[in-house]
């Protein structure tokens, strides 16, 4: 390493579209509220932030409104069209191709890798290089951490920056995190996967053949648990991870429904990436967010009594439309349920009546109870 090099490389993967609403604002906030956390730790030396940017037409980097702060610490691997389009295949966005890359090209000591839209909280970073300073084994953990959820009515918003950092000071130890006792802590959301670069290149990454969403973190865990330990770092940090909501509470919060899925793990071949991991064999140059002529935007800084005003008002009208969430979705899963379980009963009827239609009335319950046990019977197959 060089002495130059940083300590921690943050490593995060987008593109210039909109991704569930306005995926820029959620980028330009992330990239923003952690150079913030940053600068008031007087860590700029230490940290990187490192964007692979997948196939935009309009670079990134040439769009987002980023803070000096940030622009100091931030940089951008921009993987064009023609190369993007053929590697994804039919996935529209490949994020084991895109972060592999960031992570090749990252000079930190360790890496973490997290969402385009989570924000990362200065208690993470205070306690990370506390550790790293007093020599905690952190070269042979695989540290990883779930993440807190800013709600949907308040992101949807694009509330200023600002904003967003009084609303984590206030509500952020109260914000939920979607874990369950029923599996292991990192089969959920992930707020950070964090270990050291040596592993990143031991393991060769995120498994390439994982082009489509989930999975890929508990992949690459189960390759490295066995020779290291791993560590939940989200208790240690008190979940200081916080996502962007983007989706609407009154739908179903499952990728599978927007987009394509990883085959379950134990449903896949697993294999390993080459040395060419991470498009090492692609000439993906590393372009710092300070560009000539001070065209980096300068943005509000402030938080005046006005500002506390609209924050309230703020508040309010959020609170009253998650209060009617809290009252409808109830009703709207109630009526999921009916109308599946009316689907449900319309196509058993369906079959019944085609499985004894013309038959005598006398045979009808002979004729149901096999056509019973043949579903039954296939039932059982498939498991």
């Known amino acids: 390493m060089n002495e130059n090099d940083p300590i921690l490389s ?28 940053v ?40 993987i064009p069209p ?3 389009r053929p590697l994804q295949k039919d996935s529209p966005f490949p994020e084991v191709l ?3 890359a960031a992570a090749r090209r990252a000079r930190g000591a360790y890496i973490g890798r997290i969402d385009q839209d989570t924000l990362v909280g200065q208690r993470f970073l205070k306690v990370f290089f506390q550790l790293h300073a007093q020599l905690w084994p952190l070269d042979s953990a695989l540290l990883f951490s779930n993440v807190r959820m800013v709600p949907y009515r308040f992101a949807v918003r694009c509330p200023s920056r600002a904003a967003v950092q009084e609303f984590i000071n206030r509500f952020g130890s109260r914000l939920k995190v979607e874990i369950t006792p029923s599996k292991p802590f ?39 648990i066995s020779k290291y330990r791993i560590v939940d770092l989200g208790k240690i940090i008190a979940y200081d991870f916080y996502h962007l909501e983007h989706y609407h509470p009154w739908v179903p919060r499952k990728s599978a429904v927007y987009r ?40 509000e800084d402030g938080w005046s009594a006005h500002d506390q005003r609209r924050f309230r008002f703020l508040l309010l009208c959020i609170g009253v439309q ?24 319309s196509h058993r009827f369906g079959t019944a009546w085609n499985t004894i239609s013309g038959q ?9 109870r096999n056509r019973w046990l043949q579903r039954r019977s296939l039932r059982t197959k498939s498991l």
Not at 18 to 33: H, I, P
Not at 42 to 67: H, Y
Not at 265 to 292: I, Q, T
């Open 186 to 224: 990192y089969y959920h959301s992930v707020g950070i996967w964090l270990l050291s670069r040596v592993l990143w290149h031991e393991s060769r990454g995120f498994d390439e053949g994982m082009l489509y969403m989930n999975g890929m973190e508990i992949d690459m865990i189960k390759r490295l």
């Open 260 to 299: 394509k899925v990883n085959p379950r793990l134990k449903d896949r071949v697993v294999h390993h990436n080459d040395e060419d991991w991470g498009l090492a064999n692609y000439f993906l140059p590393v372009h710092s967010c300070l560009r000539p002529g001070g065209i980096t935007a300068s943005l």
């Open 360 to 368: 005598p009335i006398g045979r009808w319950p002979q004729l149901l």
């Open 39 to 78: 600068e008031l730790l007087g860590r700029e030396r230490d940290v990187e932030v490192l964007v692979a940017d997948w196939g935009s037409n309009i670079p990134l980097r040439d769009v987002l409104r980023l803070t000096p702060a940030a622009a100091q610490i931030t940089s951008f691997i921009l």
């Open 322 to 345: 998650m209060a009617c969430d809290f009252l409808l979705i109830p009703a709207l899963e109630t009526g999921r349920l009916l109308r599946r379980f009316g689907f449900l009963l």
């Open 82 to 84: 023609e190369i993007a």
């Open 10 to 37: 943050l490593i995060l993967c987008s593109r210039n579209d909109n991704y569930m609403g306005n995926s820029r604002w959620r980028l330009e906030t992330t990239l923003n509220y952690v150079a913030d956390q």
């Open 98 to 100: 895109a972060l592999n």
